[in-house]
């Protein structure tokens, strides 16, 4: 049987649009995005589930009402659910999600930056 | 509020044991977990989910029952639950581990390998 790994970066390379996720895997009833990212992005949040950034490349800060946190390429952080937040990335910034099958990237918040959780790469 | 990134490199740089999950971060009732490997793991399942392989650093390959798989650097690979899987690895290598809380490192297998669940780093 034939079996090929899902690369980023090649992944990456084929879409270009912004704060539009793409899914290149699913885990149970889990999914991998991958989503370029610049600019800022809506105040939101997701009722019912944490949520994971993991920057693959690139510099994001996760504004949060309280303070904030920036992430570089190799670092992660979980949004605990309910929490209000804010990514930001002054450059473009590829970045990776992991979150149930189902969640809006605006979460609660309707916007034009509203994309499909269901186009995959 | 002071939010801390979690960042691999750091993480790994504080455990050196080979097949020694450590948890960095829960998502949900899922774990992100980092491993260093090196030579052959033993062959096992996961009867009741899907496990996600991320190489952070290094080369791996997945051996299957009719074939296998080879992830470098920045790339991931979902095992299906229920499929026989044996991870092996010529030189150290760098894993991120994503499957849900009380998974077992040799899954049904029993082994000198198996490795408590809930060492974190």
Redesign the interface.
């Given at each position: 049987?034939?079996?090929?790994?899902?690369?980023?970066?090649d992944k990456f390379s084929k879409f270009n649009e912004h704060w539009s996720p793409r899914v290149?895997?699913?885990?149970?009833d889990?999914q991998?995005k991958l989503t370029k990212v610049r600019g800022e992005f809506v105040w939101h949040k997701h009722a019912d589930?944490?949520?994971?950034f993991i920057v693959?490349d690139g510099k994001l800060t996760?504004a949060?009402r309280?303070?904030?946190?920036?992430?570089?390429s190799?670092?992660?952080?979980?949004i605990s659910?309910g929490v209000e937040h804010r990514p930001v990335a002054e450059d473009e910034c590829h970045i990776m999600l992991?979150?149930?099958k189902g969640v809006k990237n605006t979460g609660d918040t309707e916007s034009e930056l509203t994309a499909e959780d269901k186009i995959w790469v």
């Open positions: 049987m034939n079996y090929v790994s899902i690369n980023f970066k290149i895997a699913e885990m149970n889990y991998f589930t944490d949520e994971v693959i996760i949060f309280d303070g904030g946190v920036t992430l570089e190799g670092e992660m952080f979980v659910k992991v979150e149930p």
